[in-house]
């Protein structure tokens, strides 16, 4: 929905396990937590329609946990224009169905007009003079510490490192394909 004054917008959306139940296999001690990369996708889907799809600062305000039963009522919100065409963005939720008009912030910063990108394209994967990173265990390693990624989030398959860059090979498991194209990078990537 276009705000009165026609310069931002407000998406609203109801979040639940039960709708999206590749959720759950992002947990945190047991918490089904949502993803900060959920965050990011629905930050520059917002900005997307305005003309802003880059990404220009994002912070997590609070983490959003995911009930087991019932959803979470979701508000992205971006602001006007500032000079040079960067707008605010805010997330918040409250319970799904509660009329209390408790809000919670989650995630706030800026998305801005797409910019032309002057990045080297990749010729060759691996890169050139990079430098395999074993990941092996690594699932297993965070498990230990409490976080409990299931088999949507364990697309990790590879590791490279080229001085101070970092590349790495990353898919989503064949179950998961069907909805991939609803994003523009699905957030367990």
């Not at 971006?78 to 919670?104: C, F, I, L, M």
């Not at 910019?115 to 690594?138: C, F, I, K, Y």
Request: net charge negative; hydrophobic share 40%.
């Amino acid at each position: 929905m276009l705000l009165a004054d026609g310069d931002g917008l407000v998406l609203t959306s109801r979040l639940s396990l039960e709708t999206h139940p590749w959720l759950a296999d992002h947990a945190i001690f047991g918490t089904v937590l949502l993803p900060g990369t959920a965050f990011v996708e629905l930050t520059l889907h917002a900005g997307d329609r305005l003309g802003c799809g880059t990404l220009d600062d994002l912070t997590l305000q609070a983490p959003l946990v995911l009930p087991e039963r019932g959803g979470v009522s979701l508000q992205v919100v971006v602001g006007a224009a500032e000079d040079g065409g960067r707008r605010p963005v805010t997330v918040h939720s409250a319970p799904a169905g509660d009329d209390s008009d408790t809000w919670t912030l989650h995630a706030s910063g800026f998305v801005a007009p797409t910019m032309e990108q002057h990045n080297t394209p990749l010729t060759e994967w691996p890169p050139r003079q990079a430098e395999p990173v074993s990941v092996d265990g690594m699932y297993d390693a965070m498990t230990e510490l409490g976080y409990g990624y299931g088999p949507v989030f364990q697309g990790l398959r590879g590791v490279w490192r080229r001085n101070q860059e970092v590349f790495a090979e990353v898919a989503l498991p064949q179950e998961a394909w069907a909805e991939a194209g609803r994003f523009g990078i699905h957030p367990a990537l």
